[in-house]
C-alpha cells in the first residue's frame, strides 16, 4: 500500500507544477501560486523517513528542471540546490513529524508555508548572488508573501482530499513513546 502511495504522490508532482503554471498570475505583482511545496511537505510528513528522501529527490530535479536558467551560456541555478534544500525540508518535516506523533494538518500548513517562503528567498538570492546585487523592494517583499501564505492557506484543502490515502501504520507508535503531555 505504501508503494502505491508514493507512486500517486510521484504522479501527482508533474501535475501540481502544470496546474500552478495554468493558473493566473495574481495582482498587483503577479505573484504565482505555488503547489509543488505544499504536495511537497504532505508527502515528507507522510511517507516513511527513506521514501521521504525519495520523494524529496522527485521534487527536487521537477523544481531545478523548472528552473533551470542559461544566462550566457551558464546555468543560473542547477539540481544541486535544489536537491540540498528538499533533502534538508525533509529531514526537518521528518523530524517534526515523530515530535507530533504523525501527520496533522496544522504542521502540514507551517511546514508548508515556511518551504514556500524559503525557496522563494534562496531562489532570489542565489539569483542575486550570480547576478550581483540585491535589489529588495516592496513588489519582492509581495511576491516572497502571498504565495508563502497562499500555500499556507491551500495546505489544509490537499490535507483534506489526501489524508484518507495516508497507509496507517504498523508500528503503534503512540503506545510506544506516547506524549510527556495531553493535548
Known sequence: MRILFLILLLCLLPVAVV?????????????????????FCFGA??????PALFFALATALIQGLVLLQFQSGHAEGGLAPAILFFFGWAIVLQMSGEVTHGLRWELHALGSFLVTITMLGGEFLMICAKRGGLPVDMTLLTRLAVPSGLSLLLAPLLYLLLRSLVPISSEGTLTKNPAPFDL
Not at 21 to 39: C, F, K, N, T, Y
Request: glycine share 0%; net charge negative.
Open 19 to 39: 496546474i500552478q503554471d495554468l493558473l493566473p498570475a495574481l495582482p498587483p505583482s503577479q505573484e504565482r501560486i505555488q503547489l509543488l511545496p505544499v504536495l
Open 45 to 50: 510528513l507522510a511517507l516513511p523517513f527513506i
